[in-house]
């Protein structure tokens, strides 16, 4: 869609994230007019500049930000009751001026998660920072990735071990994962989650919470994008 629309090349300053998704829902909304488009979504957009990251939500998207092993940042949801977020599309009254608008200082080594519903109504947010953990220390010890389907899983470790070994190995970490071990990790929980109708799950808790029985994961579509924030050697700032 942002390939569409040229957004890149827009003769225009830079657009805020707030600026780009009005744009993107007028153009829709223009096809919707035009030639009977059809179709809503959620969104959340990030742009990083510099140190600022500068981000808009709309509905059940999250964004996770860790520091030093721990969560420093998590984003809320936006429902109009359970299991019914803000959307943009046909059919809906919501627009982009009801998205939450948040700015955040990142520092060098954070790690920037960004997901959807399919994602944080599967696996809670201890997990997922226990997955980011556990993929460091595999990777810091040379653990074989080349199936995916071990990244992350089923690691019994010491506390005291791993955070002693973690915090030696951080900075050489950093510079040689691949952010993609992660995200491959956390989909891979997902999925396996969704697909158990027996698991204890985030959706099912809120579910039992809203006096509605459910048991197991929820199926839906998994998108999760992970960062890592390094200094760009070739920038004079």
């Known amino acids: 869609m942002m390939d569409e629309f040229d957004l890149e090349n827009d003769p225009e300053p830079l657009l805020s994230p707030k600026e780009v998704l009005w744009k993107c829902y007028n153009k829709v909304k223009e096809l919707e007019r035009n030639d ?13 500049k510099y140190d600022e990251l500068s981000v808009v939500n709309l509905g059940d998207c ?25 959307q943009l599309g046909t059919g809906s009254r919501d627009n982009p001026e009801q998205a939450q608008e948040f ?16 994602i944080f109504d599967n696996v809670f947010d201890d997990d997922i920072l226990d997955i980011v953990k556990k993929c460091f220390f595999e990777f810091g010890n040379n653990i074989n990735y080349n199936n995916p389907n071990t990244a992350g899983s089923n690691i019994q470790l010491d506390p005291k071990l ?8 951080i900075k050489h970490i950093f510079n040689t994962i691949d952010p993609k071990i992660i995200s491959d990790a956390i989909l891979l ?8 109708n027996r698991a204890n799950s985030p959706f099912s808790s809120k579910a039992i919470q809203e006096g509605i029985y459910f048991q197991g994961g929820k199926m839906d579509d ?4 992970v960062g890592f924030v390094r200094l760009d050697e070739d920038s004079p700032d």
């Open 162 to 169: 791993f955070e002693k070994n973690l915090n030696k190995k």
């Open 222 to 225: 998994m998108t999760c994008i």
């Open 189 to 196: 929980n997902a999925r396996l989650i969704a697909e158990d």
């Open 62 to 86: 999250g964004l996770m930000v860790i520091r030093d092993n721990k969560t420093l940042f998590r984003s809320e949801e936006q429902q109009h009751s359970f299991n019914f977020p803000f």
């Open 36 to 48: 009977g488009l059809v179709g809503s979504t959620t969104s959340l957009i990030c742009q990083l």
């Open 103 to 118: 700015t955040l200082k990142l520092k060098e080594n954070d790690i920037v998660l960004i997901a959807s519903d399919g």
